[in-house]
């Protein structure tokens, strides 16, 4: 019902956010050791 579609955009959010987060850290390493 709605619990689940309100868990899984929840769950949606964190996955996405922690995608770019990652990107993000990524990026930092490249800038480092570059």
Known sequence: G???KAGLGL???IGKGAMDTFD???GQIKR???
Do not use: I, N, S, Y
């Open 2 to 4: 709605q619990a689940v």
């Open 32 to 34: 480092v050791t570059g």
């Open 24 to 26: 993000g850290v990524k």
């Open 11 to 13: 769950f949606e959010g």
